[in-house]
């Protein structure tokens, strides 16, 4: 396996340098923050950062999360079929739950399911997404093993500024966005915004009544979502700062099954305050509380709620002890809630952490290490850390290595879910994970190649019957190659992730691939402006993936192709059009649960410029 990833890593590494005839200068590396929990470049960053701007998101047309993330180098998007659906993301081969999701610097997700529905969170009201590859454990806490993903909602500037999109197109597809953002007085700055999507979609499953969604139910499953936000922020003086931010999406959405619709709140709310004490000493405390609300019903009847919020508070201190060194130090809490019709033995949790971290620059070496104690009202205390060292040979090349521990505490459904599909003894999982990479630029391309190896202990699986249990051991393997260049007014960009997710629990299941994992995913995009017009392409493609742990259930490799062009009405106005699925390709990423066909949309933006 091993061998076949190094191949296909080298060939498509050869990619930039064949495109390096075009010298051009480069712009200024993306800060990211969600690498660290401190600003610093994407160069900067010792682990895998990918940044999805707002000009990516516009270019792409994506319409939700999900088509974001999907292709991305290391990440693998499970959608129980088509907009609103439950959308599960995995990170290097990590468990969808695996993943820590964060909004605006606060911590989402269901305290039930485990997950964050990135189904809900409209696209049209992020700025940008920050994607974290490999454990952040040591500086997050629970649910880090496979990374961290950070989304942010749009942000005031020295203007007024309003923006307005509308558009529709297959499945009876009808979308409008709206914001406005500005400057309040001399210090302050607002964004807000509004969102609102509706869909008739079409079957979302195939199953029968003894898989998948347990019925035969072939009718449309169609999906509505009305979105609010408001973002804003004062600066005092140049060392105080404070930040609000609200987020509320309502949805309601029709499936198949027993409960075959639900009507959804997604809520986040948080605050800030920035300020330094010293000038050597930047503090920040935030708090935040993420709302997770789900009514379902049973052909129109109310059957069942499940409501959960999380309350979250950090203060964070950084302090810059000489040129190029900082340590950052400071506690983390969460409380739980769940408020459901389902009885829970434990309906509640409390999770107390602190953490360190040493960041240093000497010469061409770079430094991180940190440390994290969390202690857990229902699982004790659990330790976890990271170093990592990163290497400039020369200003177009860097080497990074790293490693890192992680752990991930049980969800409420998988300990105290009742009808026998709880198993309360169910232990916390844990992981090492040590990475290599190489990245650097050549003429007008960046590429980078990271190898990794995860070992997982009491990784939480479902048996035949639907119960999670611990499997005492896992490894995933894999690499992940990125490259982009400019080429003959082209800007090109690959990835490619080949991965080995393997099961090495002894017994009938030992040696088989982790579900819904694909041992390869590549995608290739390119885009041109040809003066007013721009157009665009992109080629997906996935191999084969199983759905159970016994590899009973497989789901067949896939490719797909969607065209995209604009053009630009005027300096304000653009319209924009899209075909996703060109070849209209019949394929999987959940079992029996379909994926749209060939669609296409056209929406009409207005941004001054």
């Given amino acids: 396996m091993l061998s076949r990833i190094s191949l296909a890593a080298v060939s498509l590494l050869a990619i930039p340098a064949a495109f390096a005839a075009e010298e051009k200068p480069y712009e200024m590396d993306t800060l990211v923050v969600t690498a660290t929990r401190t600003a610093r470049t994407a160069d900067e960053t010792l682990v895998p950062v990918t940044v999805i701007t707002r000009a990516e998101i516009e270019r792409s047309q994506a319409r939700s999360v999900g088509d974001l993330l999907t292709g991305q180098a290391g990440v693998t998007v499970a959608n129980n079929g088509g907009s609103g659906k439950l959308t599960n993301v995995f990170l290097r081969g990590a468990n969808s739950d695996h993943v820590l999701v964060l909004l605006d610097g606060v911590k989402i997700g269901s305290a039930t399911a485990g997950t964050a529905a990135f189904q809900d969170i409209p696209v049209e009201l992020i700025d940008r997404i920050e994607v974290v590859r490999g454990p952040r454990s040591s500086l997050y806490g629970s649910e880090a093993i496979g990374g961290v993903i950070q989304i942010f909602t749009r942000k005031g500037g020295a203007t007024h500024r309003p923006t307005l999109m509308i558009g529709g197109g297959s499945y009876g597809t009808v979308q409008a966005a709206a914001s406005l953002s500005g400057p309040i007085g001399t210090g302050g700055w607002y964004s807000m915004g509004l969102s609102g999507h509706d869909t008739d979609a079409f079957n979302s499953c195939k199953g029968s009544f003894i898989a998948a969604c347990f019925t035969v139910e072939p009718d449309k499953d169609g999906y509505s979502n009305r979105a609010g936000r408001v973002r804003a922020g004062w600066r005092f003086d140049g060392k105080t700062e404070v930040e609000v931010n609200w987020l509320r999406a309502r949805g309601r959405n029709d499936y198949d099954g027993f409960f075959n619709s639900s009507h959804t709140v997604q809520q986040v709310l948080g ?64 409380n739980d809630h769940i408020d459901s019709t389902t009885a ?6 409390r999770n107390t952490a602190i953490f360190g971290q040493y960041l240093a620059a000497l010469g061409g070496h770079d430094l991180q290490m940190s440390l994290r104690h969390d202690d857990n009202d229902q699982f004790g205390t659990k330790n976890t850390g990271g170093v990592a060292w990163g290497y400039s040979w020369t200003p177009a090349l860097r080497l990074t290595a790293s490693y890192g521990t992680a752990f991930k505490a049980p969800t409420f459904n998988q300990l105290y879910f009742p009808f026998g599909f709880g198993n309360p003894n169910l232990r916390p ?47 995933i393997r ?8 400019r080429l003959l007014d ?44 721009s157009a665009g392409a992109t080629l997906r493609g996935a191999g084969s993936r199983y759905d159970d742990v016994a590899n009973t259930r497989k789901m067949g490799a896939y490719a797909t192709a969607d065209l995209r062009a604009e053009y630009r009405l005027n300096r304000d106005w653009r ?35």
């Fill in 490 to 533: 082209w800007n090109l960009s690959a990835s490619l992730t080949l991965l080995d997710p393997e099961n090495q629990q002894s017994g009938p299941n030992y040696g088989n691939v982790l579900p819904r994992r694909a041992h390869q995913s590549a995608t290739l995009s390119a885009d041109r402006d040809f003066g007013a017009w």
């Fill in 344 to 349: 829970y033995t434990v309906a509640s949790r």
């Fill in 478 to 485: 894999g690499i992940e190659t990125v490259a982009s260049t």
């Fill in 575 to 609: 319209l924009q059009g899209r075909i996703e699925n060109l070849f209209d390709k019949e394929y999987e990423t959940a079992y029996l649960f379909n994926q749209p066909g060939r669609s296409a949309y056209v929406m009409l933006r207005y941004e001054p410029r």
């Fill in 429 to 475: 999982e844990q992981s090492r994970s040590l990475d290599f990479g190489l990245a650097g630029k050549a003429g007008n391309g960046r590429w980078s190649v990271n190898i990794f190896e995860t070992r997982g202990k009491d990784l939480i699986v479902l048996d035949s019957t639907f119960r999670p249990q611990n499997i005492s051991s896992a490894r």
């Fill in 271 to 334: 605050a800030s305050l920035n300020f330094s004490p010293l000038s050597i000493w930047r503090s920040t405390v935030r708090v935040g509380q993420n709302q997770d609300y789900s009514d379902n019903f049973s052909n129109g009847v109310f059957a069942s709620r499940f409501n959960t919020k999380r309350d979250t508070f950090s203060w964070q201190n950084d302090f810059d002890l000489a040129n190029g060194h900082q340590l950052v130090a400071g506690l983390d809490w969460q």
